[in-house]
C-alpha cells in the first residue's frame, strides 16, 4: 500500500505531490479557458498597464513579481483574458509568498465599474501553498485579477505556479488532482488522512475507489497508529468564497460501527462548527453515498471528523465530494429573503404595523433639514418612526410595533438605528421582544439604556428561535419625567450571526479600519483630512457621532487648525474607468455658522484640470445628509473630496460612509419636507 502523507494544516505541494503519486497516473481534471501553468507563456495573461510588471521565470513553470522591480508601495496587477464562462467554476491557484508582502484575487465583470475583491493572502511560506477560490455563475463576460504586492526591502517577491479552473464548486472533489482541491489535513501525531488507491496494496483498505478504477483515488484514515481514547482526525476543505444552499453528497466506506465515530460538519469564520451528519445505521455495502442539505448564508468549511476508540477502530474512506445548488429533499425548506422585514420607512410601514391599527403610538414623521433637530438616518431629510409625541406621550402608556413573521430555525441578525431627542429619562423606555407564532413574548433580547443623544446610534444582535417569530418594538411611557421622545429608523435583517461580516464592497469605505487606501493631497499650503471618533472638539459645529453605527469614525477638517480659505483635499485610490455611469454616494455634515465649501472632483489620468462634480456652501444641517453624485468616466481617474475652511472657526466639515454604484443614481424620489422647528413634529398620515 503506498501512503501519502498530508502536511499539517496546509496541502501538500503541488511538485511533492506529483513525486509520490505519479507513478500511479491520475485522471486529469477537465480545465477551463484561464487555466495557466506557466510552463511555455503566461496564456494571454497580461501585466496592467500603470503598474509593476509580472516577470516569467527564466525557466518558466512560474511567474513572478519581485520588490527589486518595483518602486516603494508598488503592485503589480496580472489580468486575465476576457472569460466567458457562465455556469459556476472554482479557480484553484498555487502560490508562494517570499519574505513580506500580499496576494489578492479580484473579479472583473465587464458590466460593473469595480473589481470585486474574492481572496487575499499575506501569509509567508518557503514552499507552495494551495488556494481555492469560488467564481460565482454569471451572464457577463469576466476578467480574473492577480494583484501582487511584496513589501519593499530585499528578498520580498510573490511568485504564481499555476492557475487552474475548474467546473463546480470549490468544495467538490475526487481526488484525482495532485493538490487534492485544496483540502488540508489537521496535523495530530497518531492518526492522519491519506491518499489511498494504488495498484499494490498489503492493508483491507478499499482496493478501488468509486469509480472501481485501481488507478483511482480516495482519502482515508485509519486507527493504526491511535494511542489514546477518542483520536481524531480532520479533513477540511477550503473555505468557500460565497454562501451555500443546497445538497452536498459524497461517498464514504466504513469498516467497523463501534470502533470510530464519523461526523461531518460546516465551520464558518468564526470558528463555530455545526454537526451536519453521522451515520445512524453501519453498513458494510461498501461504498455508500450520503446526501445533506445545507443552508448556510455565509463562506464555510466542510470538516470530516474521525474519532477512533483504539488502535482497532478500523478505517473510514471518503470520495467524490460534490455540491448542488438544488436541495437534495423535496421537503426542505427552500431559501427565503429575509429583506421582507428591512425598512426604512420612506414608502410607509413596509410589512410593520401597529398593535392598535387606528393608534398613533408610532408616528411616521420627517423633519427639514435644519439646525436644531436631527433628521432621519437614511437621507437627513427623509422619513422615520417616533413614539412618545403629544398623540401617544400618557402616562402608563405601551406602544407595540409587530414586524412579519420569519421562519424558524434560523439564526438572524437585526440591526437598527435609534436616536434619543429631549431631556425626558429613556432607560428601558424601548424594549424589543421575540414573539412566537401564537403572538405571545417569548424573550425580551434588547433594552434602550441611557446613552448619547442628538446622533443616531446603531443597536444590533443576534437571535434563533425554533418556531415561526417575530420581532416586536415596545415603547413605554411611564409618567412625565419618563417619556423621553425616541426614534427608529433603517431596520434590516439578515440571516446568520451579526458578527459574521462580509467584508467592504468595491469602493466602498466607512473609515472604521482606516481611510481605505485614500491619500491626502500635500500639493501646495493644503491641510489634512483628520480621521476621529466622537464630538469634533469645536463648539456648535461638527457632528456628535459618526454616521456608520453613532460611536465609530469618520472624516473632517479640524476649523481651528486652518486659515480662513484654507483648503484640505481627499483622493481615492485610483479608480477604473468604464463605459457605463457610475454613481457615488456618501454622507456629508456641515454645520457651524462659519462653515465653508464642501466640493466632490474628479481627476483624469489625462487631463491636467479637475473637473466639478458637485458642491455645497455654508451650513447646511445639523444631520447627516446623503448625497448621491452621478458621473462618467471611461479612463481610470480618482475622486477629489475638498473641504474649505469659511471665516470662522465653527466651519468644521465631515464625511462618511462612502461608497460606489452602478449608475445612474437611484431617483431619491420627491421628499416633501417638514419643519421641525416647532415644539412638535409634524405628524405624516399614511
Known amino acids: 500500500m503506498t501512503r501519502l502523507y498530508l502536511a499539517p494544516v496546509l496541502p501538500l505541494l503541488p511538485l511533492l505531490l506529483c513525486g509520490a503519486l505519479c507513478g500511479a497516473l491520475r485522471a486529469q481534471p477537465l480545465l477551463l479557458p484561464g487555466t495557466c501553468s506557466f510552463e511555455l507563456g503566461t496564456c494571454g495573461y497580461a501585466s496592467e498597464h500603470g503598474?509593476?510588471?509580472?516577470?516569467?521565470?527564466?525557466?518558466?513553470?512560474?511567474?513572478?513579481?519581485?520588490?527589486?522591480?518595483?518602486?516603494?508601495?508598488?503592485?503589480?496587477?496580472l489580468t486575465s483574458p476576457v472569460l466567458d464562462q457562465p455556469d459556476w467554476s472554482c479557480v484553484r491557484l498555487v502560490y508562494q509568498i517570499t519574505g513580506l508582502g500580499s496576494l489578492k484575487l479580484h473579479l472583473r465583470p465587464d458590466s460593473d465599474n469595480f473589481d470585486y475583491l474574492l481572496w487575499t493572502s499575506n501569509q509567508t511560506s518557503d514552499s507552495w501553498l494551495i488556494a481555492s477560490v469560488d467564481l460565482p455563475n454569471t451572464t457577463n463576460p469576466y476578467q480574473i485579477l492577480l494583484d501582487g504586492q511584496p513589501e519593499h526591502g530585499p528578498g520580498n517577491s510573490v511568485a504564481v505556479f499555476e492557475i487552474h479552473i475548474v467546473p463546480g464548486y470549490c468544495v467538490e472533489c475526487n481526488f484525482e488532482e495532485h493538490h487534492l482541491c485544496g483540502y488540508?489535513?489537521?496535523?495530530?501525531?497518531?492518526?492522519?488522512?491519506?491518499?489511498?488507491?494504488?495498484?499494490?496494496?498489503?492493508?483491507?483498505?478499499?482496493?478501488?475507489?468509486?469509480?472501481?478504477?485501481?488507478?483511482?483515488?480516495?482519502m482515508y484514515v485509519d486507527s493504526v497508529y491511535a494511542k489514546h481514547f477518542q483520536e481524531v482526525a480532520k479533513l477540511t476543505s477550503p473555505m468557500t468564497t460565497v454562501a451555500m444552499d443546497g445538497c452536498l453528497s459524497f461517498y464514504y466506506y466504513r469498516d467497523q460501527e463501534r470502533g470510530n465515530i464519523f461526523s461531518v460538519f460546516t465551520r464558518d469564520q468564526l470558528g463555530h462548527y455545526e454537526e451536519i451528519w453521522r451515520p445512524v445505521v453501519y453498513t458494510t455495502a461498501g461504498w455508500t453515498i450520503v446526501s445533506v442539505d445545507i443552508k448556510a448564508p455565509h463562506p464555510l468549511e466542510l470538516v470530516f471528523e474521525v474519532a477512533f476508540n483504539s488502535a482497532r477502530g478500523g478505517y473510514v474512506a471518503i470520495d467524490d465530494i460534490s455540491f448542488s445548488p438544488e436541495f437534495c429533499h423535496t421537503d426542505t425548506e427552500p431559501t427565503f429573503d429575509p429583506a421582507i422585514a428591512n425598512c426604512d420607512f420612506e414608502n410607509g410601514f413596509c410589512l410593520y404595523h401597529q398593535e392598535r391599527a387606528a393608534s398613533k403610538e408610532w408616528s411616521r414623521v420627517s423633519v427639514k433639514p435644519n439646525m436644531h433637530r436631527i433628521g432621519d438616518h437614511s437621507t437627513g431629510s427623509g422619513h422615520f418612526l417616533l413614539a412618545n409625541t403629544r398623540f401617544s406621550s400618557k402616562p402608563g402608556y405601551v406602544g407595540r410595533l409587530h414586524g412579519p413573521f420569519l421562519p424558524g430555525n434560523h439564526k438572524y441578525c437585526l440591526r437598527f438605528y435609534y436616536l434619543l431627542y429631549g431631556f425626558g429619562k429613556v432607560d428601558g423606555g424601548l424594549v424589543l421582544y421575540i414573539y412566537d407564532e401564537n403572538n405571545v413574548a417569548q424573550e425580551r433580547v434588547w433594552s434602550l439604556t441611557e446613552t448619547t443623544r442628538g446622533v443616531w446610534m446603531k443597536a444590533e444582535f443576534t437571535y434563533m428561535k425554533p418556531m415561526s417569530s417575530k420581532v416586536v418594538f415596545v415603547s413605554i411611557c411611564r409618567n412625565f419625567w419618563e417619556c423621553g421622545l425616541i426614534a427608529v429608523d433603517d431596520?434590516?435583517?439578515?440571516?446568520?450571526?451579526?458578527?459574521?461580516?462580509?467584508?467592504?464592497?468595491?469602493?466602498?469605505?466607512?473609515?472604521?479600519?482606516?481611510?481605505?487606501?485614500?491619500?491626502?493631497?500635500?500639493?501646495?499650503?493644503?491641510?489634512?483630512?483628520?480621521?476621529?471618533?466622537?464630538?469634533?472638539?469645536?463648539?456648535?459645529?461638527?457632528?456628535?457621532?459618526?454616521?456608520?453605527?453613532?460611536?465609530?469614525?469618520?472624516?473632517?477638517?479640524?476649523?481651528?487648525?486652518?486659515?480662513?480659505?484654507?483648503?484640505?483635499?481627499?483622493?481615492?485610490?485610483?479608480?477604473?474607468?468604464?463605459?457605463?455611469?457610475?454613481?457615488?454616494?456618501?454622507?456629508?455634515?456641515?454645520?457651524?455658522?462659519?462653515?465653508?465649501?464642501?466640493s466632490v472632483l474628479l481627476r483624469h489620468s489625462n487631463r491636467n484640470q479637475d473637473t466639478l462634480l458637485w458642491r455645497r456652501r455654508g451650513e447646511q444641517s445639523v444631520s447627516w445628509m446623503r448625497a448621491m453624485v452621478d458621473y462618467h468616466c471611461d479612463v481610470r481617474h480618482q475622486i477629489i473630496f475638498e473641504a474649505i475652511r469659511g471665516p470662522t472657526l465653527r466651519s468644521d466639515i465631515a464625511i462618511d460612509d462612502i461608497r460606489f454604484t452602478r449608475g445612474p443614481c437611484e431617483d431619491p424620489g420627491d421628499t416633501i419636507s417638514y419643519s421641525g422647528f416647532s415644539e412638535y413634529f409634524n405628524e405624516i398620515e399614511n
Not at 60 to 70: E, K, N, R
Not at 200 to 215: H, I, V, Y
Open 491 to 598: 431596520i434590516t435583517i439578515s440571516v446568520g450571526d451579526c458578527q459574521m461580516t462580509s467584508g467592504s464592497l468595491p469602493g466602498q469605505c466607512d473609515f472604521e479600519t482606516g481611510i481605505c487606501g485614500y491619500t491626502q493631497d500635500k500639493a501646495g499650503d493644503k491641510a489634512d483630512w483628520l480621521r476621529v471618533r466622537g464630538y469634533t472638539p469645536t463648539s456648535y459645529t461638527g457632528p456628535r457621532g459618526d454616521h456608520t453605527n453613532g460611536v465609530g469614525h469618520f472624516l473632517y477638517i479640524e476649523a481651528s487648525l486652518m486659515r480662513p480659505g484654507h483648503k484640505a483635499r481627499l483622493l481615492t485610490s485610483d479608480l477604473r474607468g468604464s463605459s457605463s455611469p457610475q454613481c457615488l454616494i456618501f454622507h456629508f455634515h456641515m454645520y457651524g455658522s462659519g462653515t465653508g465649501i464642501l
Open 184 to 218: 488540508s489535513n489537521t496535523w495530530n501525531p497518531n492518526v492522519n488522512w491519506y491518499v489511498g488507491g494504488t495498484v499494490a496494496r498489503e492493508s483491507d483498505l478499499p482496493l478501488n475507489d468509486t469509480t472501481e478504477d485501481q488507478r483511482g483515488h480516495y
Open 51 to 77: 503598474y509593476g510588471s509580472w516577470r516569467m521565470n527564466d525557466e518558466g513553470h512560474l511567474i513572478t513579481v519581485d520588490s527589486a522591480f518595483l518602486d516603494q508601495h508598488q503592485k503589480a496587477v
